[in-house]
């Protein structure tokens, strides 16, 4: 049972069961599992079946809660709660037929229960506890899981955890808790910070939706794209930060990339019509397909001109094709920031080898890329596809004229790109120099070395030898909107 389980929580793009401390305190794996009954299984059986559904059904059953409580700091509670429930009852009584429909009706009969303790709710208890108040947690009304109702709140869910009231770091870290599963070690390991600093910003968050009564519904109207934007910029940013680590010793971090794909995969699955949702997941798993050959054995960088593409992930290359072209089929106007990007993937993933690239169609998406959204990361970005499509010259005037913006003025790749592109022109002293400025401004340990070493070959590098690193920096997901997390 467990294993189809984890087979329908793949198909979802759900992950990871979160360990959690419910409203009573109790770790829920601290709580001892009952005599099993006689089902054939046994406690670890059990606790394992326990554990898969809940990383399957947690999200929609903090969604589908939320809209109940209108808090999504409550629902969360009140889904743990369920959980310690599930593990205290099934090791003793079985696994339901329908677990996760237990799971579901729990938390909404202690939904009821706390709102019929708060008089203010007394309105609300009678919409929503009429068809609750004589149904057995395991004997769930059809109309419960209705699963466009639940679809429905877990877009809701999406749209408030990514609320623009919430400061970037606290909507991924909201985010990957309650949609992603993920623990709050798992999210300060992943962005390396302190656990306590995690754990401030989801409190926080959570305050700050209540404080601020954010309204618990999917946007329409005017405010509709914005919100949609930070959606979509959220989960763009998990996945920067799993494709081109910020800080500390890795390069990559492909969990990151993974939950950030999933929950792309979801969101366009609940909102079929949007093409830059489209366009970001065709992004997604376009970027995604290179992982196995950016690293070597040791964990070190291997630049685009270098990678085995024999080893880029062809299945996920297909999905960033299809989605491309639900973009595309959804599109009423001129593509997205998201769907250009993603085009701009597909050139790369469309050459079998690095000579075969379509630099030229490259550059001129970067240049509707740069009408369209313009900043100067793009402008970066299409200076490195102008460089290998006309060469090192036009490309450095392009990259001279951002170059005193001070939204660069820490940005590594600045240097690293205006580097290469002096290295091309043989101008050696002042690319060694630019490189080794580069690798002072990197947190990564990982790309400090590669640039360190770029340094020292670059007296040694002339023409095009060195076009791997800046061609590198074009193709990559580097933010071109906003900030990467902390």
Known sequence: MAGDLRGAGDRRGLIRPPWIRGRTGVAWWAVK???????????????????????????????????????????????????????????????PDNPGAWLMATAKHRAVDLIRRRENYARKLAEIGR???????????????????????LLRLVFTTCHPVLSPEARIALTLRLLGGLTTPEIARAFLVPEATVAQRIVRAKRTL?????????????????????????????FNEGYAA???????????????LRLARVLSGLMPKEPEVHGLTSLLE?????????????????????????????????????????????????????????????????AYTYEETDWKTIATLYGLLAARSPSPVVELN??????????????????????????LRDYHLLPSVRGDLLARLGRTAEARAEFER???????????????????ESSETQGAAGSSESSESSESSESSESSEPS
């Open 382 to 407: 299409r200076a490195v596809a102008v460089s290998m499509a006309e060469g090192p010259e036009p490309a450095l005037r392009i990259v001279e004229t951002i170059a005193a913006d001070p939204a």
């Open 286 to 350: 376009f970027q995604a397909s290179r992982t196995a050959a950016r690293t070597g054995p040791s964990g070190e960088p291997i630049l685009l001109k270098d990678q085995n593409r024999t080893r880029w992930n062809r299945m996920l290359i297909a999905r960033g094709i299809k989605a491309l072209s639900r973009a595309d089929a959804t599109t009423t106007g001129a593509p997205g920031p998201y769907a250009l990007q993603a085009a701009i993937a597909a050139c790369y993933a469309h």
């Open 33 to 95: 599992p009952q005599p099993t009954a006689d089902t054939g299984g046994t406690p670890d059986d059990t606790t394992a079946t326990i554990e898969t559904v809940f990383r399957i059904e947690s999200p929609r059953v903090i969604a589908a809660v939320t809209r109940m409580v209108r808090d999504v700091g409550i629902a969360e509670e009140l889904a743990q709660d369920a959980l310690v429930a599930a593990l205290e009852q099934w090791p003793r009584d079985g696994v």
């Open 131 to 153: 068809d609750l108040e004589t149904t057995a947690p395991h004997e769930v009304p059809p109309a419960l899981h209705d699963p466009d109702d639940i679809d429905d709140d």
């Open 246 to 260: 910020t800080a500390g010793d890795d390069w990559l971090r492909p969990a990151l990339c993974e939950d950030a």
């Open 210 to 238: 209540a404080a601020k009564n954010v309204a618990f519904e999917v946007p329409y109207g005017p405010d509709r794209e914005a919100r949609l934007g930070s959606v979509l910029e959220v989960i763009y940013l998990i």
């Open 438 to 456: 580069a690798a002072a401004l990197t947190r990564n340990e990982r790309e400090r070395e590669l640039l360190l070493r770029r340094a020292a």
